[in-house]
């Protein structure tokens, strides 16, 4: 029910209904400044801040570019207020043909001043031009008003961020008019209460027709905002915010992140702010760790540590074959295992000839034989109460197993040497049946025991385990995090292992994942094979984040990466959690922006003000 205050307050009353509101705070109350300072013409001051107009009064001509995109790109504290005000396009055409026919008598006439006849004839070939477009095209008129308000905390910083403004507006075209003894109507027009000042109105005023109005879009800011995506920071040059959906399919290509920079950069910080945020999101992050930079994060987030190492008591076998290695309803999963198996066995042999390929193959063979397993995929299943289950972990040969077989061969005794450090000498950690479980949706593998010349195993064998752990479900999204990744696609690596990782970043979007190399290492990125896998995972990220770089990694990238010389001196300049970031066809200087808990939790440590 509706109750009309007026009839219940009569003047009886209305003393005592007075008396009931004071101390009230209306909504209006909230929002009002403590005090309004409008004695100087030049500027108002309004809680310790203060605000200057500027009307912009003229254009070029003829404009080809978006006007207002150099001035919201200026990075300096400002609205911006754009009115549009529709006219009557019979009147206009009118009016037009009655001062069109005027003018054109006039410059018939009138010989005497060159200088009026050419103003005279220009504005006649305007008004002609603008009747044509009215009448063929159906274009529509309209009057536009365009005022900036700048706002600073100090009057020089504000004197200056005017200078600056009417400096790139002189350079695009625009003269401006400081709005001295307006500065409270400017003020009131550039609120958001949709009023165009009378006062001001008639200075600002110009005409332009429907095709011209592209030209005054104002959101035309190089941020990426994607609906769905993740805060990342803020744009250097304007402020504005940057999200990003890395797995939007519609958008980008694939859900692939390069992350390149020097120690010290951001880069790592980054990394564990995206980790901390899709953990969020429930997507599952699967992290190797060669540094032991994780682990905290891994901690505070309840995730899964997996340590590998000598003094672990965790054991990951990287002879076993596992269930999700191959999708449902494909085959070949011996098959597929000894393709991986070769790659591994380069790495601790050395790069091998095709016969000696051949010959590692066949005792891999004869060794899963011995665990009656082979190329019968049926084979890896077995009878318990009835029913058919997938071989456990102890069904599985190990290390060992291979090294048995190789030593009756005299053409693999070699390669049983070579082996015996992974068998029963100082890396022997490998030579166990996995005793984990991999069932959280956060897992970082530790591999910082292994030591400088043995991380190439290490991540070679979680790069295998974690990327049959992303072909589980195409349905779910999920990522993998390869830090150092010039380990296993640079000179210390080889072919085999090269291909292996760069078949998950040109595959890992069919499974709804995606790969994430982190390196500081770029001329080593790219030392394989002259850099074919380097420039092979580069270019298969939709997403390349480039934080400070030394100058001649900078010249390294530059021939892989299309970086303008432009952006190279950015790249070099760079300040710490600053970086260039390629989104798509998007070039974007970002500063790494996070809450105070973020940081907490990524730092260990509270946030410096």
Request: hydrophobic content about 35%; aromatic content about 12%.
């Amino acid at each position: 029910m509706k109750i009309d205050l007026k009839k219940i307050i009569n003047k009886k009353n209305k003393e005592k209904y007075l008396k009931i509101l004071e101390g009230t705070i209306f909504e209006k109350d909230k929002i009002s400044p403590l005090y309004i300072n409008l004695q100087n013409p030049k500027y108002i001051e309004i809680d310790n801040v203060y605000y200057t107009g500027l009307i912009i009064v003229d254009y070029y001509r003829e404009q080809t570019d978006i006007i207002l995109k150099s001035l919201i790109e200026s990075n300096i504290n400002m609205n911006i207020s754009i009115f549009y005000e529709k006219q009557d396009s019979y009147r206009v055409i009118k009016e037009l043909t009655y001062h069109i026919g005027n003018v054109g008598l006039e410059v018939k006439s009138n010989n005497e001043n060159r200088q009026d006849i050419d103003i005279a004839t220009s504005i006649y070939g305007d008004a002609k031009y603008i009747r044509k477009e009215m009448q063929v095209n159906n274009e529509e008129i309209y009057y536009l008003y365009i005022y900036l308000l700048i706002y600073a905390e100090d009057i020089k910083e504000l004197e200056y961020s005017i200078s600056k403004i009417e400096g790139i507006s002189q350079s695009k075209g625009l003269q401006t008019r400081r709005a001295n003894f307006r500065q409270e109507e400017i003020f009131r027009s550039c609120l958001p209460i949709m009023e165009n000042n009378k006062l001001i109105k008639n200075v600002a005023k110009r005409n332009i027709l429907t095709s011209s109005i592209i030209a005054t879009y104002p959101f035309i800011s190089s941020s990426i905002f994607d609906k769905e995506g993740i805060f990342i920071g803020t744009n250097i040059y304007n402020n504005s915010l940057v999200f990003i959906d890395r797995y939007d399919t519609q958008k980008y290509k694939n859900a692939n992140i390069c992350i390149f920079g020097t120690s010290g950069a951001g880069k790592s910080f980054y990394t564990k702010i995206l980790i901390l945020r899709y953990r969020l999101m429930g997507i599952k992050q699967y992290i190797i760790d060669p540094e032991r930079e994780y682990v905290s994060l891994g901690e505070k987030l309840e995730g899964t540590r997996i340590i590998i190492g000598p003094n672990s008591k965790t054991y990951i076998n990287i002879l076993e074959i596992r269930k999700e290695s191959i999708e449902e309803g494909e085959n070949g999963y011996l098959a597929t295992k000894i393709g991986k198996l070769i790659g591994f066995f380069n790495l601790i042999f050395g790069e091998l000839n095709e016969e000696e390929k051949a010959l590692i193959e066949e005792k891999l063979i004869e060794t899963y034989k011995e665990k009656n397993i082979n190329f019968d995929d049926k084979s890896l299943y077995k009878k318990e109460n009835k029913k058919y289950i997938f071989k456990n972990k102890k069904d599985m040969p190990i290390l060992e197993d291979l090294y048995e077989q190789l030593k009756k061969d005299k053409k693999t005794e070699k390669f049983a040497i070579k082996l015996i450090p992974f068998v029963k000498g100082s890396m022997k950690f490998f030579n166990h049946h996995t005793n984990v479980e991999l069932k959280n949706e956060l897992i970082i593998a530790d591999i910082y025991e292994l030591g400088e010349e043995n991380l190439k195993y290490g991540m070679y064998l979680f790069t295998d385990i974690f990327w049959d752990k992303i072909k589980e479900n195409r349905k779910e999204k999920k990522a993998i995090y390869l830090d150092e990744i010039w380990r296993l696609i640079g000179v210390t690596s080889n072919k085999n292992v090269a291909s292996f990782i760069y078949k998950i970043f040109k595959t890992i979007r069919k499974y709804g994942g995606s790969s994430v190399a982190i390196t500081q290492d770029i001329s080593d990125l790219f030392s394989l094979e002259d850099g074919i896998y380097g420039k092979s995972i580069l270019n298969n990220s939709s997403i390349k984040t480039f934080f400070a770089l030394e100058e001649e990694n900078i010249k390294v990238l530059s021939e892989y990466a299309n970086l303008s010389e432009k952006e190279k001196i950015e790249i070099k300049s760079l300040k710490r959690g600053e970086c260039l970031m390629f989104v798509g066809e998007d070039h974007i200087l970002t500063k790494i922006e996070c809450s105070d808990e973020e940081y907490e939790i990524v730092k260990g440590e509270k946030k410096d003000v």
